[in-house]
């Protein structure tokens, strides 16, 4: 079992989930919030009941000079880095032409800047553990988002940054992968999930009916890819979306009957 974990985004949602997997699993985790720190704590006191080791970390992704001193303080705190997984990521919905150049720069800085940061501030560290470096993506990367404006340029450019990053350290015995998570149920999609007609709309669309689960779905995928088991897995993407991605065939009226 991978030991010493830095986990970015780890206050709430897919982040605490993962941070909660690692730790039932005897994990060293170093957590990086930005903000919400009352939700940073609870996951630290969760994780001590479960058998892990939480170490805090707050830090603002959009700075520049933040992945690096998450990754000095996390290797300081730690011992060193078995695994690092780039979990942050932020959304400012918008069509691309009234987009402004400022929340552009934003969603850029966080969802694809700051993993190429934290993996280019990790790589002695994980070269030295042979590690991996996991990044959470979606699917919003593998097919575009209208309406969400940034938002999948900038994941399928971690995408592509995984795929890169695994070929440029195979050498050095370090694996480089991503999850991409369709539509999962958290604190930041809580409210449109209260609304029954709306949850009843989305799951109908997913072939397998229901939407994700933070923990079950997503976490598990996490822990599989910094683990041993997945020692012969690199610059894969793993697309947890129930099948939703693949369905658009589906959708087109007039498709000839089949014959059974």
């Avoid at 575009?144 to 592509?160: C, E, I, N, R, T």
């Avoid at 109908?204 to 994700?212: C, E, N, Q, T």
């Amino acid at each position: 079992m991978t030991k010493r974990v830095l986990v970015t985004g780890a206050s709430r949602g897919i982040g605490r989930a993962i941070c909660l997997r690692l730790a039932s699993q005897g994990a060293e985790i170093a957590a990086c919030g930005s903000a919400h720190v009352d939700d940073l704590d609870a996951v630290i006191a969760e994780a001590a009941k479960q058998g892990g080791r939480v170490v805090p970390l707050l830090g603002d992704l959009a700075d520049a000079a933040t992945p690096a001193r998450l990754v000095e303080q996390a290797v300081a705190a730690l011992g060193g880095l078995d695994a690092v997984v780039s979990n942050a990521g932020v959304s400012r919905p918008s069509t691309l032409v009234n987009l402004t150049l400022e929340d552009w720069d934003f969603l850029l800085a966080v969802n694809t800047r700051a993993p190429w940061l934290l993996a280019k501030a990790a790589y002695p560290a994980l070269r030295e553990s042979r590690g991996s470096f996991v990044s959470v993506a979606s699917m919003s990367g593998v097919q575009p988002y209208p309406g969400m404006g940034a938002y999948s340029p900038s994941k399928a450019a971690v995408l592509m940054l995984v795929r890169t990053l695994a070929q440029e350290w195979a050498a050095d015995g370090i694996r480089v992968n991503a999850v991409s998570p369709g539509l999962i149920h958290t604190s930041l999609t809580a409210k449109v999930y209260a609304d029954a007609p709306t949850k009843a709309a989305r799951e109908a669309l997913i072939p397998l009916h229901r939407i994700g689960n933070p923990d079950a779905d997503i976490a598990g995928l996490v822990a599989f890819l910094i683990g041993p088991d997945a020692a012969y897995v690199t610059g894969q993407n793993i697309l947890a979306d129930g099948g939703l991605m693949d369905t658009v065939h589906g959708l087109i009226p007039g498709r000839p009957a089949t014959e059974r």
